[in-house]
Structures are given as C-alpha cells and as structure tokens.
C-alpha cells in the first residue's frame, strides 16, 4: 500500500489510524488527512518520537494494512 492509496481512501483507513495513535486529536487527523509528512510530523510532536522512531513506526502500520 502506498500513500496515493491512503490519501485517496483516507476515509476508510482514518479509524485504523485513529486507533493506532490515539494521542492524536481530532484537528491532528484533520491536518493529516492521508498526508505522510503530517503525519511523521505529529508523531514526532505527540509522542516525541524521532524522526527515524516515526518513519519505521508508519511504516510497520503500513505493511500490516497490506495483510488481509
């Protein structure tokens, strides 16, 4: 899966994200929406991961929404 695909499905796959980083706030998702970069950076600013924490975090999320 790759972010055109999020981006475009955002919709769906939001709830799936939402449950996964549930320090990030409503507005947080609404800034977000599908973006890759905003949302590296929020978890960056939420959870005070760093950049590299983040990226493998996404990521590892990712490649398990590729599983059916």
């Known amino acids: 899966m790759n972010w055109d695909t999020i981006k475009g499905q955002w919709k769906q796959f ?5 449950s996964t980083w549930g ?11 599908g ?3 905003e ?5 960056q600013e939420r959870y005070g991961y760093n950049k590299d924490r983040a990226e493998r975090e996404i ?4 490649r398990t929404m590729d599983k059916p």
Do not use: C, H
Request: cysteine-free.
């Open 35 to 37: 973006k890759g970069d």
């Open 39 to 43: 949302l590296l950076g929020k978890l």
């Open 23 to 33: 320090n990030l706030t409503d507005d947080d998702w609404t800034v977000i929406a």
């Open 14 to 18: 939001a709830g799936r994200f939402k």
């Open 59 to 62: 990521d590892s999320f990712i």
